[in-house]
């Protein structure tokens, strides 16, 4: 079986090639190279032939290919679906801001935590992602795009901590000077709240932004929409919130999708702005997408409004995410969704 080299840093490949019995300063020169897309050896046209056919013969490169590839009309957002090498497919968004380029990436080809509004996890989880297929995502959206890429939300399908040691490798690649070398400071990451996992990133100690899917401040609310918060509960994940913010210093946001009739009353309100005073944590309100299998509605405008300003009054920063990409299926795992229902037959490029 060939290897992945895609995934390895470049310390490694070093390695590798002092195995191989060829100098270690062909490693800077062949990372970049993977860095900037290329994904056939021959490519590498300052490494010498022979070297070029060793690494045919050691190491597997995949490009892959856009299964579908929409653009919105409103706002230029670009979703794509991507085959992967064993014909999975994933989600990643490139939505454009006025402060640069943001890619939504997946970390796993579906999801196994049961969020109950979630599109992505209605299949269960079929398999994580490697390092190199999430770099991937971001450096193929980029070339394809013509977008230079300047942050990386990592929202998209999947529980990124559930694929913990890939998502950290995926972050120190994509970190890395010879690479794209996006900084921390503009990688966020977003978790249903994996409690062990968190303390864990804690340990870390990154710059990034750590987002926390809260949607919900009580455990009966909270355990009902998200089948992760059973057995754990609303407390402990306020206490590794805690102990992350106490250790990286850095803030923590709430993620909080509005759910009408379900977690948008005044009590959740009050009850919320409590546990984001409690950790610093920046709430960050997103009204519901409606997925087609799930019975959720979005709140009304009224409840939303009643709702921020009694976060505000409490004293919470509070923000509403503006909904991008919405005639695209632009959030998660509607359009893989789609794909596998055959839903989608008519429109595929
Ligand atoms: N598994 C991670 C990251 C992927 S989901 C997590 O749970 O955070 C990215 C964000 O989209 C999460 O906050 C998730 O709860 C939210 N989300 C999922 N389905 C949604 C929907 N139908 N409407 C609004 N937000 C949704």
Redesign the pocket.
């Known amino acids: 079986m060939t290897k992945d080299i895609l995934s390895l840093l470049p310390g490694e490949i070093e390695q590798e090639l002092e195995a191989l019995g060829e100098p270690k300063y062909r490693a800077k020169q062949i990372f970049t190279w993977l860095h900037r897309g290329a994904r056939d050896f021959d490519e590498m046209t300052n490494l010498p032939k022979a070297l070029r056919e060793k690494l045919k013969s050691e190491y597997r490169l995949y490009r892959p290919r856009v299964l579908k590839k929409q653009e919105s009309q409103i706002d230029g957002t670009i979703k794509y679906l991507w085959e992967l090498s064993d014909g999975n497919a994933v989600e990643t968004v490139v939505m454009s801001y006025k402060h640069g380029n943001t890619v939504c990436v997946s970390s796993q080809v579906g999801?196994r935590?049961g969020?109950a509004?979630?599109?992505?996890t209605i299949g269960g989880l079929v398999r994580c992602l490697e390092p190199s297929e999430i770099l991937d995502e971001v450096l193929f959206s980029q070339i394809d795009s013509g977008k230079p890429i300047s942050n990386i939300v990592?929202?998209?399908?999947?529980?990124?901590l559930d694929n913990f040691d890939n998502v950290m490798r995926f972050l120190e690649l994509v970190n890395h000077p010879d690479g794209m070398n996006i900084g921390m400071r503009h990688i966020s990451l977003?978790?249903?709240g994996i409690t062990e996992r968190l303390d864990d990133l804690a340990d870390r100690d990154l710059q990034l932004t750590l987002?926390v899917?809260l949607?919900a401040p009580d455990d009966e609310t909270r355990s009902k929409l998200m089948p992760a918060n059973r057995g754990r509960g609303v407390r402990q994940l306020m206490d590794c919130c805690r102990r992350y913010y106490e250790k990286t210093g850095r803030r923590i946001s709430f993620?909080y999708?509005m759910i009408d009739g379900v977690n948008d009353t005044e009590k959740h309100a009050r009850l919320l702005a409590r546990e984001a005073k409690s950790v610093a944590a920046h709430v960050n309100l997103?009204p519901?997408?409606h997925?087609e299998e799930?019975q959720f509605k979005p709140s009304t405008a009224g409840h939303m409004k009643a709702f921020i300003r009694i976060l505000e009054e409490e004293g919470v920063n509070v923000t509403v995410r503006r909904r991008l990409g919405s005639d695209v299926d632009a959030?998660?795992g509607q359009l893989r969704r789609k794909m596998q229902t055959g839903k989608d037959k008519n429109t595929s490029e």
Do not use: D, K, W, Y
């Open positions: 999801c935590q969020c509004f979630c599109a992505s990592l929202m998209g399908i999947g529980e990124p977003s978790t249903c987002s899917s949607h993620e999708a997103i519901l997408n997925v799930r959030s998660c």
